[in-house]
């Protein structure tokens, strides 16, 4: 079955950090770009960050940018999200999503269930 | 940044009715426009990319149209599976955005 599963999201404190996963399954993971896009609670979506299918180019959302670094290991079909500084207004779903090539062109063509992160003291 | 305007923000239907759906960027992105379909609870779905071109699985009661600044998601006839909320998003140039979404309901 082709399927995105996040994982990592909890309850941090603002400034602590927290690392998202994402685990393909279904598809050649390496043939494409993949993306963290986010939604806060009862609002709309956010693109937050997305990588090509070799790591080469990889982009930010001014939100996050200098916060947050996304990664991909290949070999293990996984995409990650690495937050730092984090901040009441990251508060959101996280949601990974896979580009329909494997360069950054934006068409999210498949996406997981999310994984709520909750930014509070 | 592109801004994407979506218009109206909800709606009520009934199964049957030909449901249309504005969505209006701040610049031209010629053709790199698509849409989604959220169900409460669920992941977001790509229905139409590329503006006109139907995503494979997605019933052909979708339909896209529209190039530059002005676009329109249209469903022939209003499924009771069709009650959802509606984002369009350019990919157009980074960062791609979205509007805000048109949540369509029961009449």
């Known amino acids: 079955e082709v399927q995105l599963v996040e994982s990592g999201g909890g309850l941090v404190q603002p400034g602590r950090s927290l690392r998202l996963s994402c685990a393909a399954s279904?598809?050649?993971?390496?043939?494409?770009?993949m993306h963290w896009v986010r939604q806060a609670p009862g609002k709309g979506l956010e693109w937050v960050s997305g990588i090509s299918w070799n790591s080469g180019s990889i982009g930010y959302a001014d939100s996050v940018k200098g916060r947050f670094t996304i990664s991909r290991d290949n070999a293990k079909n996984s995409l990650y999200l690495q937050m730092n500084s984090l901040r009441a207004e990251d508060t959101a779903l996280y949601y990974c999503a896979k580009d329909r090539s494997p360069h950054i062109d934006w068409y999210f063509d498949l996406w997981g269930r999310g994984t709520l992160v909750t930014v509070s003291s | 940044d592109i801004q994407m305007t979506q218009s109206p923000s909800s709606l009520s239907a009934s199964v049957g009715d030909r449901v249309t759906i504005t969505c209006r960027a701040s610049?031209?992105?010629?053709?790199?426009l698509n849409w989604y379909q959220q169900k409460p609870g669920k992941a977001p779905k790509l229905l139409i990319y590329a503006a006109s071109s139907l995503q494979s699985g997605v019933p052909s009661r979708f339909s896209g149209s529209g190039s530059g600044t002005d676009f329109t998601l249209t469903i022939s006839s209003l499924q009771p599976e069709d009650f959802a909320t509606y984002y369009c998003q350019q990919s157009y140039s980074t960062p791609p955005t979205f509007g805000p979404g048109t949540k369509v309901d029961i009449k």
């Open positions: 610049q031209s992105i010629s053709s790199y």
């Open positions: 279904g598809f050649t993971f390496d043939d494409y770009a």
